[in-house]
C-alpha cells in the first residue's frame, strides 16, 4: 500500500513574545507526528496595512508564495491575513480552489471562520476562584485599551460569573473611551481614575498580564495596598511582565502548546473531509499561577515572598533543592523553615514538589511521555517522579494521565458538532 501523500500546509506568524514559541510547538508536533510539509511564513502590517513578509519562501507577495507551494491548508495566527488575501492569492496562483484556513487566537467577527482560542469562561472562572478567597463583596474588570473582542467576551464572562456569585460588578469603561481617542496616556489616566472610584477592597480581574501591570502601577501611584485593599489577577502569565511588577502579578496559565497542536489537528481533520469544516473550539486553561498580587494570608512576609517566587521559576532546574530557595531568605535553615511552614502553610519541599507537579500535569496533557516529563520537572528518577506524584495528586501518574487525555479526546470529538466550553473539562 503507498503511503499517504504529505499535505502541504502554510503557518502564518507575527513576530511577537512568549505566547508564541509555546503556540509553535504545539502546531510542530501535530505537523511532525502527521509528516506535514509545514512552512512558516513570517508577516508583519505596514502603518498602511499592507501585508509584508519577514521570512517566507520568495522575496514576493502571498501570491508567489501560494504559486511555490499550492498549500493544501493554511494555519494563521491573530488573523494576519485576511480572507480576502487567502482567496485572492489562491485565483492568482491558478489553485482550483482556496485551501481551507484555521486561525488560532482569539475570535474575530469573520463569517464561518474557524478558530482554535482560550476559553474565556475557563479563565473568568480560575480568576474569580483565587479573588474569591479575599473575602471581598466588589469585583471589577479592567480591559484591554484598544476594547478587542477577546477582551470583551473576558469581561462578560467574568462578569456573568461575579454576579451569579451574589458580589458586585464594575466594568472599567477605559476601552471604549481610549479606542475613540487613540491609545496613550488617557488608558493609564482612566485606570487610575477608576481605581480611585472604586469602592475598597476589591478583587480586580485584568484582561492580560500587560493591563495587570498597569493596574498595579496605577495602584502604586495612588497608594493602595496590594493584596490589602484591590487583588488583581490577569492572563497569560508571561514571566517577564509578571515577576517584573511590584507585587508580582498573579496570572492564568493558558495551555499554548495545545492551543496551536489542537488547530492543527482542526486543519488535519478538515483537509481529510473538506466538506465537513470543523467548529470553533475554545482549550481550557491550565491553572493560575499565584503571586503576591493575591496573596491573602493575614501572615504575609517578604522573605517568604522571595522563596515562593524563586521556587516557581526555578524548581525544575536540575539539582533544584530547599537550600537553594533558603538562601534567597538570608535566614538559618531551621529558621528558614519554621518561618515558611508558618506563613506559606506548607514545608519548602512541600512547596517544590507542588510547582514540579504542576508543571508535569501540564505537559502530561500536551502529550509528552510521562518518563520525559520527569526529567524536564526536576526528578532524578522516574519512579521517585511516580511516588511524589501520588502522594501530591492522590492517584498514579498513569491513571491521572489516561483520565486527562480521554477527557480531553472527548472535547475533541465534541468540537465537530459544536463549541466546547470549560464547564466540559476534566
Given at each position: 500500500m503507498m503511503a499517504?501523500?504529505?499535505k502541504t500546509v502554510l503557518f502564518a506568524i507575527r513576530l511577537v513574545g512568549e505566547i508564541l514559541p509555546?503556540?509553535?510547538?504545539?502546531?510542530?508536533?501535530?505537523?511532525?507526528?502527521?509528516?506535514?510539509?509545514?512552512?512558516t511564513v513570517v508577516c508583519t502590517r505596514d502603518p498602511d496595512e499592507t501585508l509584508r513578509f519577514v521570512r517566507s519562501p520568495t522575496s514576493g507577495s502571498l501570491a508567489d508564495i501560494f504559486s511555490l507551494l499550492k498549500p493544501d491548508g493554511v494555519l494563521d495566527t491573530q488573523h494576519i491575513i485576511l480572507p480576502a488575501e487567502i482567496r485572492a492569492a489562491a485565483r492568482a496562483a491558478g489553485m482550483r480552489s482556496v485551501p481551507p484556513v484555521v486561525h488560532l487566537g482569539e475570535p474575530e467577527p469573520a463569517k464561518g471562520a474557524v478558530y482554535v482560542h482560550g476559553d474565556p469562561e475557563s479563565f473568568a472562572k480560575l480568576a474569580l476562584r483565587e479573588l474569591l478567597q479575599s473575602g471581598f463583596r466588589d469585583f471589577a474588570y479592567v480591559p484591554h485599551s484598544a476594547n478587542a473582542p477577546w477582551s470583551v467576551v473576558r469581561g462578560e464572562a467574568f462578569g456573568r460569573l461575579v454576579k451569579l456569585s451574589g458580589r458586585r460588578f464594575h466594568q472599567c469603561p477605559v476601552a471604549a473611551a481610549v479606542s475613540e481617542r487613540g491609545v496613550g496616556d488617557d488608558f493609564h489616566g482612566e485606570v487610575s481614575r477608576f481605581l480611585e472610584a472604586l469602592p475598597k477592597p476589591c478583587g480586580i480581574f485584568a484582561a492580560n498580564d500587560i493591563v495587570g501591570e498597569i493596574v498595579l502601577n496605577a495602584a502604586h501611584a495612588l497608594g493602595l495596598g496590594v493584596p490589602g485593599e484591590i487583588a488583581v489577577v490577569a492572563v497569560d502569565d508571561l514571566a517577564h511582565v509578571c515577576e517584573a511588577t511590584r507585587p508580582t502579578l498573579s496570572s492564568v496559565r493558558r495551555d499554548l502548546e495545545e492551543e496551536g497542536r489542537a488547530a492543527a489537528d482542526l486543519l488535519d481533520k478538515w483537509l481529510d473531509a473538506p466538506s465537513r469544516p470543523p467548529r470553533p473550539l475554545a482549550v481550557p486553561a491550565v491553572s493560575l499561577v499565584r503571586r503576591a498580587s493575591t496573596q491573602f494570608s493575614a501572615l504575609h512576609d517578604e522573605r517568604v515572598s522571595r522563596a515562593q517566587e524563586f521556587i516557581r521559576n526555578h524548581a525544575c532546574e536540575d539539582g533544584f533543592s530547599p537550600l537553594d530557595a533558603i538562601r534567597t531568605m538570608f535566614?538559618?535553615?531551621s529558621a528558614a523553615d519554621h518561618l515558611f511552614r508558618r506563613v506559606a502553610g506548607r514545608p519548602i519541599l512541600q512547596e517544590i514538589h507542588a510547582v514540579r507537579i504542576e508543571r508535569a500535569m501540564e505537559k502530561l496533557r500536551a502529550g509528552l511521555a510521562p518518563d520525559v516529563v520527569a526529567a524536564e520537572c526536576g526528578y532524578s528518577s522516574y519512579l521517585d517522579f511516580r511516588r511524589v506524584f501520588r502522594r501530591v495528586v492522590g492517584i498514579p501518574v498513569g491513571a491521572w494521565t489516561k483520565a486527562a487525555l480521554k477527557s480531553k479526546n472527548g472535547i475533541r470529538r465534541k468540537a465537530k458538532t459544536g463549541y466546547i466550553s470549560s464547564s466540559e473539562v476534566l
Amino acid at each position: 500500500m503507498m503511503a499517504p501523500e504529505s499535505k502541504t500546509v502554510l503557518f502564518a506568524i507575527r513576530l511577537v513574545g512568549e505566547i508564541l514559541p509555546r503556540i509553535m510547538s504545539g502546531v510542530y508536533r501535530l505537523a511532525e507526528a502527521r509528516r506535514w510539509n509545514l512552512h512558516t511564513v513570517v508577516c508583519t502590517r505596514d502603518p498602511d496595512e499592507t501585508l509584508r513578509f519577514v521570512r517566507s519562501p520568495t522575496s514576493g507577495s502571498l501570491a508567489d508564495i501560494f504559486s511555490l507551494l499550492k498549500p493544501d491548508g493554511v494555519l494563521d495566527t491573530q488573523h494576519i491575513i485576511l480572507p480576502a488575501e487567502i482567496r485572492a492569492a489562491a485565483r492568482a496562483a491558478g489553485m482550483r480552489s482556496v485551501p481551507p484556513v484555521v486561525h488560532l487566537g482569539e475570535p474575530e467577527p469573520a463569517k464561518g471562520a474557524v478558530y482554535v482560542h482560550g476559553d474565556p469562561e475557563s479563565f473568568a472562572k480560575l480568576a474569580l476562584r483565587e479573588l474569591l478567597q479575599s473575602g471581598f463583596r466588589d469585583f471589577a474588570y479592567v480591559p484591554h485599551s484598544a476594547n478587542a473582542p477577546w477582551s470583551v467576551v473576558r469581561g462578560e464572562a467574568f462578569g456573568r460569573l461575579v454576579k451569579l456569585s451574589g458580589r458586585r460588578f464594575h466594568q472599567c469603561p477605559v476601552a471604549a473611551a481610549v479606542s475613540e481617542r487613540g491609545v496613550g496616556d488617557d488608558f493609564h489616566g482612566e485606570v487610575s481614575r477608576f481605581l480611585e472610584a472604586l469602592p475598597k477592597p476589591c478583587g480586580i480581574f485584568a484582561a492580560n498580564d500587560i493591563v495587570g501591570e498597569i493596574v498595579l502601577n496605577a495602584a502604586h501611584a495612588l497608594g493602595l495596598g496590594v493584596p490589602g485593599e484591590i487583588a488583581v489577577v490577569a492572563v497569560d502569565d508571561l514571566a517577564h511582565v509578571c515577576e517584573a511588577t511590584r507585587p508580582t502579578l498573579s496570572s492564568v496559565r493558558r495551555d499554548l502548546e495545545e492551543e496551536g497542536r489542537a488547530a492543527a489537528d482542526l486543519l488535519d481533520k478538515w483537509l481529510d473531509a473538506p466538506s465537513r469544516p470543523p467548529r470553533p473550539l475554545a482549550v481550557p486553561a491550565v491553572s493560575l499561577v499565584r503571586r503576591a498580587s493575591t496573596q491573602f494570608s493575614a501572615l504575609h512576609d517578604e522573605r517568604v515572598s522571595r522563596a515562593q517566587e524563586f521556587i516557581r521559576n526555578h524548581a525544575c532546574e536540575d539539582g533544584f533543592s530547599p537550600l537553594d530557595a533558603i538562601r534567597t531568605m538570608f535566614l538559618s535553615r531551621s529558621a528558614a523553615d519554621h518561618l515558611f511552614r508558618r506563613v506559606a502553610g506548607r514545608p519548602i519541599l512541600q512547596e517544590i514538589h507542588a510547582v514540579r507537579i504542576e508543571r508535569a500535569m501540564e505537559k502530561l496533557r500536551a502529550g509528552l511521555a510521562p518518563d520525559v516529563v520527569a526529567a524536564e520537572c526536576g526528578y532524578s528518577s522516574y519512579l521517585d517522579f511516580r511516588r511524589v506524584f501520588r502522594r501530591v495528586v492522590g492517584i498514579p501518574v498513569g491513571a491521572w494521565t489516561k483520565a486527562a487525555l480521554k477527557s480531553k479526546n472527548g472535547i475533541r470529538r465534541k468540537a465537530k458538532t459544536g463549541y466546547i466550553s470549560s464547564s466540559e473539562v476534566l
